[in-house]
């Protein structure tokens, strides 16, 4: 094996070690494959030997674990390699080159064409960059996961997370209701460090009533120690070409986050604010200052011992 290649192999198992998607959506369909949905197996992994298997069987959807393994499969096979690469590797890789041999190692449902037409669409057009295309594919598959989880996904009971978040640090999770499936791989890795993330699709349905849905969400950041502001194309509009806001919930989450930080004093690390960076931007640990509204948070390196650090 020539010496380009070893490096070209090594660089691209660094970014595969990175927190990013292709991270957690492998993580997530190797939790869910058959071998690992044993009660035994899942109680000592997850450190949950005091859940009982009514509570196990919905949250790892022993019923429908295959198909949302897939979902999960797919997603990491589709988007492998595609993000954290450097500005100059960007201009020397082809994008559409890369997803091609992504594509062909998918497993197909009836759901994934989807992505598929899109993209095609995106290659024709040919006016895009790297960057654009690829948050182009988030987009399609964070399509393709809310399809399957629309098919295939119940809500949780409120005494499952009350037992799942038992002796766990909370933390609340501030996303876009089209990043479901992101946030369900976020919820296992926290899951499995020891700590509990608090997604509210997880555990409410829709409500109706404003003032419900804020006391509601207000309880939920009252019992967090810390807040991950999930940044995806979908939650972050200048990322979509807008004026560089974020949505509505997510900046009244953040602020309601603020004021209890207030209480605790701004940077003790229990009441910190975080962002993801899974795209990459460099190894720094603040948000660039020109963003005002996020500039105190901190990007989110992993979890350790249910605290994001």
């Not at 393709?144 to 909370?170: A, C, E, M």
């Not at 009441?271 to 993801?276: L, S």
Request: charged letters at 25%; hydrophobic letters at 40%; proline letters at 1%.
């Amino acid at each position: 094996m020539s010496a380009i290649v070893k490096l070209k192999e090594r660089k691209m198992e660094e970014i595969s070690e990175k927190l990013n998607r292709y991270v957690l959506f492998q993580l997530a369909a190797n939790v869910l494959n058959a071998d690992h949905l044993d009660e035994l197996y899942l109680k000592k992994e997850f450190l949950l030997e005091n859940v009982d298997s009514n509570v196990l069987n919905s949250v790892f959807f022993r019923e429908q674990a295959n198909e949302i393994r897939k979902m999960f499969q797919n997603s990491a096979t589709l988007i492998k390699n595609l993000e954290n690469r450097p500005d100059d590797e960007k201009r020397n890789f082809s994008f559409r080159s890369l997803y091609n041999e992504n594509l062909r190692n998918v497993e197909h449902d009836s759901f994934i064409g989807s992505v598929q037409v899109e993209m095609q669409h995106s290659f024709e057009d040919g006016k895009f960059n790297y960057d654009q295309l690829l948050n182009r594919l988030i987009r399609s598959i964070a399509s393709y996961q809310n399809r399957i989880i629309g098919k295939y996904l119940f809500l949780f009971s409120t005494d499952s997370s009350v037992r799942l978040r038992s002796n766990r640090p909370q933390i609340f999770l501030s996303y876009a209701y089209l990043d479901r499936g992101l946030s369900l791989a976020l919820f296992y890795y926290f899951l499995r460090n020891k700590a509990f993330l608090y997604v509210d699709w997880m555990w409410r349905g829709a409500v109706g009533n404003g003032r419900q849905l804020k006391c509601d969400l207000n309880r939920a950041l009252c019992r967090s120690n810390q807040l991950l502001f999930l940044q995806t194309p979908n939650s972050e509009l200048k990322i979509q070409g807008g004026n560089g806001c974020i949505r509505q919930w997510c900046a009244w989450e953040i602020g309601n986050f603020y004021a209890k930080g207030d209480c605790f004093g701004e940077f003790q690390n229990h009441c910190r604010k975080f962002i993801t960076n899974f795209s990459g931007n460099g190894g720094n640990s603040m948000v660039p200052s020109n963003n005002i509204f996020l500039s105190t948070f901190f990007i989110m390196n992993k979890v350790e011992n249910g605290i994001i650090v």
